[in-house]
Nanobody
Framework: QVQLVESGGGLVQPGGSLRLSCAAS????????IGWFRQAPGKEREGVSC????????NYANSVKGRFTISRDNAKNTVYLQMNRLKPEDADVYYC????????????????????WGQGTQVTVSS
């Protein structure tokens, strides 16, 4: 059973940075995709970024391009989301998710394709 644990959320001022981590365990496939999503109360879950475990292919939501960077450390089974120049509208609960599949750029930001989810970590951007 795949388990995902997020960490790194917190309170940051606008313009600041945070790095989220997603530690995965129980992954038995060489091909999987990790995605980061965020969700505010009463709103739909939004795809933020995703990465392939095999070749490192990535995709980003337009709202975070140039500010967020996703990366992976396969030896640690951990995916990171470096968030720079944070804005108040970035404040949400951030979730990482996994699917045991080869990467697909067209779907990797769509939450419905993911089978496993972490518990979420809160990001607050406020002065």
């Amino acid at each position: 059973q795949v388990q995902l644990v997020e960490s790194g959320g917190g309170l940051v001022q606008p313009g600041g940075s945070l790095r989220l981590s997603c530690a995965a365990s129980g992954v038995t496939s060489d091909y999987y995709v990790i995605g980061w999503f965020r969700q505010a109360p009463g709103k739909e879950r939004e795809g933020v970024s995703c990465i392939s475990s095999s070749d490192g292919s990535t995709n980003y939501a337009n709202s975070v391009k140039g500010r967020f960077t996703i990366s992976r450390d396969n030896a640690k089974n951990t995916v990171y989301l470096q968030m720079n120049r944070l804005k108040p509208e970035d404040a949400d609960v951030y979730y990482c998710a996994a699917v045991l599949s080869s990467y697909g750029n067209r779907w990797c930001l769509v939450s419905g394709y993911y089978a496993y989810w972490g518990q979420g970590t809160q990001v607050t951007v406020s002065s």
